[in-house]
């Protein structure tokens, strides 16, 4: 479900389960975790991270993953990994990155977007939280308002808006991404290591304060989350309650 190719000194890593939109499950993220160790160790001095398919990542794998805290934490670490990833990943999307798809492009430090592609994140429509990383890291790309209209509206943003916010550095497909990945692994990796620090440093991965971290997992204890699983199942819109 995730393929990795080398050409010179870029690695391009491939989600590929498009019968599935791209959707994350345990054996997925296992897999991308694993790709990532295995590019940096195989010298990669540059990674693209895309989607095979028309779509980038759909997200958490609503048939059951995105409900199992286990399962939510291999996730977190994951995208820790990447972030954390000493050479520079650009993310390629090729097509919808939403949610856990968003989560991904936000790891990477730049990203590439085809014209067609949009980002979201309408975790409000089914009763679950993200974690204030994902809240704090996108409101550092596009910007406070932007972030309340994709957090608490469930706008999407579409490829050109996200190039003007800075979300999407380039509009360009996975050719592109990959061509620019190639002209960064002949930079200086020191200088970029360097950048990499000081650009992910922007306090998003800073403990939160305990009423905050309490909201989170209220939603995630509640009826309504109960409710968006059966309604998703039983092909209804949710009826919420606030519970």
Sequence with gaps: MIHSSAEGAVVSIELDRPDKRNALDEAMVSELARAFVDAVDGGAR??????????????ADLSGPVYDPAFLDKLVTTLQQIEATPVPVIAALNGSALGAGLQLAMAA??????PDAMAGIPAAKIGVAVD?????????IVGTGQAAGMLIGCDPLSADRAHVLGFANRIGDLTDARRWASDIADLAPLTLQHYKLVLNGDGARDEPPFERAAAMMRAWGSDDLAEG???RAEKRTPNFSGR
């Design 46 to 59: 540059a990674i693209v991270l895309t989607g095979r398919g028309p779509v980038f990542c759909a997200g």
């Design 132 to 140: 204030e990383w994902t809240i704090k890291r996108l409101s550092s």
């Design 109 to 114: 430090d730049l990203r590439v977007m085809a």
């Design 229 to 231: 699983r059966a309604a």
